[in-house]
C-alpha cells in the first residue's frame, strides 16, 4: 500500500505500484467562486479533494491533484481598481 493516495505526493515508481493495485483515479473538480466572507473561494475545490481522500482510502485507488474552474475574476482582471 502506497504511503498516500495523493497523485501529487507520490513518486513514480509508488504511482505505478498504487494504480496496478486499483486502477482507479479519482478526479477532484471545483469551482473557484465566492461562499461568502468566511470562506476561500477555492473552498469546492478543497472540499472535493478531501472528500476524494476519504472514499479512496475506504475503496482504494489514487486521487489526481485539484482542477479548478472560475465563477469569477479579480477586479484587476475586469479592469477595476485593485486599492
Known amino acids: ?5 495523493q497523485w ?3 513518486f513514480p515508481d509508488e504511482l505505478e505500484t ?4 486499483c486502477p482507479v483515479a479519482w478526479l477532484p473538480y471545483g ?3 465566492p461562499h461568502g ?3 476561500a473561494v477555492g473552498m469546492d475545490a478543497i472540499r472535493a479533494h478531501e472528500y476524494l481522500l ?3 482510502a ?3 485507488g489514487i486521487v489526481a491533484p485539484r482542477s479548478t474552474g472560475t465563477a469569477m ?3 484587476a482582471l475586469r479592469g477595476g481598481r485593485t486599492s
Do not use: I, V
Open 1 to 5: 500500500m502506497p504511503r498516500t493516495a
Open 8 to 10: 501529487e505526493r507520490m
Open 18 to 21: 498504487a494504480f496496478a493495485e
Open 31 to 33: 469551482l473557484c467562486e
Open 37 to 39: 466572507p468566511q470562506n
Open 54 to 56: 476519504r472514499a479512496a
Open 58 to 60: 475506504s475503496f482504494g
Open 73 to 75: 475574476k479579480p477586479a
